[in-house]
């Protein structure tokens, strides 16, 4: 089970730190990611880190803004996202699966149940 949290209303230039929190497996053999959706959209790759920590990888629109990251003793990944823009809009999703990460949705067994992220111009 997953579960995100720590979305909410910002401006934009402003910051925000998400958690998604896992329980009921073994957290540090998952690759880790975060997905968003805004209305009417489909859901896009945000960010992945593999099970240890040790390689990132991230969507062109948010590279050099949002940091991936992961505490395995805590079962928690992060994201931190600085700098957000009005189009970073969306409901924020975490996801993970056994084995190395992909950047499509298809390829992840479990999913959190999204926080919301609304940043004002």
């Known amino acids: 089970q997953l579960q995100a949290s720590g979305g909410g209303l910002v401006q934009a230039g402003g910051s925000l730190r998400l958690s998604c929190a896992a329980s009921?497996?073994?957290?540090?053999?998952?690759?880790m990611a975060w997905f968003r959706q805004s209305p009417g959209k489909e859901r896009e790759f945000v960010a992945a880190?593999?099970?240890?920590?040790?390689?990132?990888s991230y969507a062109d629109s948010v590279k050099g803004r949002f940091t991936i990251s992961r505490d395995n003793a805590k079962n928690t990944v992060y994201l931190q996202m600085n700098s957000l823009k009005p189009e970073d809009t969306a409901v924020y999703y975490c996801?993970?699966?056994?084995?190395?990460?992909?950047?499509?949705?298809?390829?992840?067994?479990?999913w959190g149940q999204g926080t919301k992220v609304t940043v004002s111009s």
């Open positions: 880190i593999t099970w240890s920590g040790g390689s990132t």
């Open positions: 009921g497996r073994t957290f540090s053999r998952y690759a």
């Open positions: 996801a993970s699966r056994d084995g190395v990460f992909y950047s499509t949705t298809s390829n992840y067994d479990y």
